[in-house]
């Protein structure tokens, strides 16, 4: 027999969706989506954010169109603000840059750890953003790791659990909703899941002991949902079903055998893992029978309508149960009456005034936390303080495939693309920032290197090589893009009987050095991310305005 899908039936199951769009304004398809479809949540992404009081207003509009079409309560407003390289919201003109995970975990501080990520979630909240996703949970088990990396506080269970409960509890205090994800944990793995499936070979003694120790806390804590990934874990399951749309996984492991009864959201449904092998439409329903209260779909319109129109076809057959969706639409209802609140609280307008104090406040309070995060890991010849009356040479690296997490409008391969179809490195404005930064300290002249540009094709036109001369070398994941490491060598051996003083600068995952030969003695600074800010603390540590008293929060980060 075939249950009609009736109106009150679509508003039930539009509020298990939340979406993306483009624009700075609210698009057609996104209104669509919302009067006709009864969206009940959404997800901004820096596509999405011009500055603040355009952000303000974007969301505003949002809200005014779900009241119009009678929804009962507000939308949740989801971002992903991790801070560090996945700051959505953060920009000179909207959210103060903070750092990420494992620069946070550098500092050693959990309480620093809490005032960030109250900070963070006051600067959301002002803008009407109720949801966040964050903070990663995942523990970074592998260093190959291209999605999570510096994205995770560390490769230890303990310390992740400490740090990660600290900024749900920063984020929850400011009225925001955290969601820590990447359940049931996405550190051990060498596959990016937008990418391909991910496929832990663990069994489940393994993850209690290791991926699942911060989630089993986050639980105790009562966080208001939790996000799960895209990864299959066969010694569970049996077969390669991705855990957000796996029965035997969130179901039956997370909501059953671990208790949790707050909201879970899958990770969007739109990356490969899912949509290469399911589609992101039969992925949504599947993930929603799996146990999930909200599946995601962040970018395709087309997508969006038919995953909706897959579920009323899903609903109407009784392959999806309309009791257990209604039951799993009471814990929506209860986060969207903690974060969400009246139509009055979102429909409100912010006073400029109140974020103009809350962003000076806030920089002194990035400035101290970056500041406790730059990690000295060796400097056996003494190097540091540099000369500033000494000339310096900065080495940076040309783009490279980068950890697609960082920015929602990747090319297939993995690279960049900006809009005129050209190749660019998010890395490249915080570089040209850094060589300002450290010429205003002492003459500097910078150099980018990389497989095009080869750095003995550069040594003629650099400064002349004495030894007073200091070499700032910068690499990013020079783990995995080991020409960074040719090319460093490539200098030695163009130096000849010159020699300067050399620090390199790890400026993303600490890893860069580990298990390279020959460069022992090297002085080696990591920074955890290539932000401006990040680079910015570090000039003040190599010239000695500023002491690097972080800690690197991963056992192979200390090589």
């Known amino acids: 027999m075939t249950l009609e899908i009736t109106k009150d039936i679509k508003r039930e199951i539009g509020q298990h969706f939340v979406v993306g769009f483009h624009g700075y304004e609210a698009s057609e398809e996104i209104k669509t989506l919302i009067k006709d479809y009864y969206l009940g949540n959404i997800i901004l992404m820096k596509r999405n954010v011009k500055d603040v009081e355009q952000t303000c207003r974007l969301v505003r509009e949002l809200q005014q169109l779900a009241k119009d079409s009678r929804q009962e309560l507000p939308m949740m407003i989801g971002i992903d603000q991790e801070n560090g390289l996945v700051s959505a919201f953060s920009s000179p003109t909207a959210g103060t840059q903070f750092p990420g995970a494992m620069a946070t975990a550098a500092t050693g501080s959990t309480q620093l750890a809490e005032e960030v990520a109250y900070a963070t979630g006051q600067e959301l909240a002002y803008a009407g953003i109720n949801w966040a996703y964050s903070p990663v949970a995942d523990i970074n088990s592998d260093p190959r790791n291209p999605v999570i990396g ?18 749900s509890r920063g984020l929850a205090k400011a009225g925001v909703a955290p969601s820590p994800k990447h359940f049931a944990g996405h550190g051990d793995t060498h596959v990016d899941s937008h990418l391909a499936l991910p496929v832990i070979e663990k069994d489940m003694k393994a993850l209690q002991e290791v991926e699942l120790v911060p989630f089993k806390e986050l639980i105790k804590d009562g966080v208001a949902s939790i996000m799960t990934g895209h990864m299959a874990l066969p010694k569970v399951t049996g077969d390669d079903t991705p855990c957000s749309l796996s029965k035997r996984l969130t179901k039956k492991l997370l909501r059953d055998e671990l208790k949790y009864g707050g909201v879970i959201v899958t990770d969007c449904l739109e990356m490969e893992a899912v949509a290469e092998k399911y589609g992101s439409e039969a992925g949504a329903v599947r993930s929603l029978e799996a146990g999930a209260d909200i599946a995601m779909i962040c970018h395709t319109f087309t997508r969006h309508k038919g995953a909706i129109e897959a579920t009323y076809a899903a609903v109407g057959s009784g392959r ?32 400029t005034e109140v974020w103009t104090e809350m962003k000076k406040s ?52 993995g690279v960049l693309i900006d809009k005129n179809g050209k190749r660019r490195n998010t890395a490249g404005p915080s570089y040209v920032s850094f060589a300002k930064c450290l010429d205003g300290k002492t003459k500097t002249q910078n150099i980018v290197y990389g497989p095009d540009q080869p750095v003995a094709s550069t040594i003629d036109s650099i400064l002349p090589l004495t030894a007073g001369t200091s070499i700032v070398f910068c690499t990013r994941n020079a783990d995995r893009s080991t020409w960074q490491i040719d090319e460093l060598r490539s ?43 990040a680079l910015e603390t570090a000039a003040k540590v190599l010239f000695g305005d500023l002491k690097a008293v972080g800690k690197v929060p991963v056992m192979g980060g200390t090589a």
């Not at 994205?151 to 900024?167: K, M």
């Not at 209604?326 to 912010?350: C, H, P, Y």
Request: net charge negative.
């Open 320 to 351: 999806l149960d309309l009791a257990e969706l209604q039951e799993s639409g009471k814990r929506i209802k209860a986060m969207k009456e903690k974060f969400a609140g009246s139509w009055d609280n979102v429909l409100r307008t912010s006073s």
């Open 362 to 413: 806030h920089a002194a309070l990035s400035e101290e936390a970056y500041a406790a995060s730059t990690a000295l890991i060796r400097d056996a010849g003494r190097l540091l303080p540099l000369d500033k009356r000494a000339p310096l040479v900065l080495f940076t690296p040309q783009a490279e495939k980068i950890n697609l997490a960082v920015d929602d409008s990747p090319s297939p391969e």
């Open 491 to 533: 200098l030695f051996a163009a130096l000849g009987t010159a020699s300067p003083r050399i620090v390199i600068i790890a400026t993303c995952a600490p890893y860069d050095l580990l298990g390279v030969t020959g460069l022992e003695d090297l002085t080696y600074v990591a920074t955890f991310e290539f932000t401006v800010a």
């Open 150 to 167: 510096v994205r995770s506080f560390s490769d230890d269970p303990g310390t992740v659990s400490e740090f990660a409960r600290a900024v």
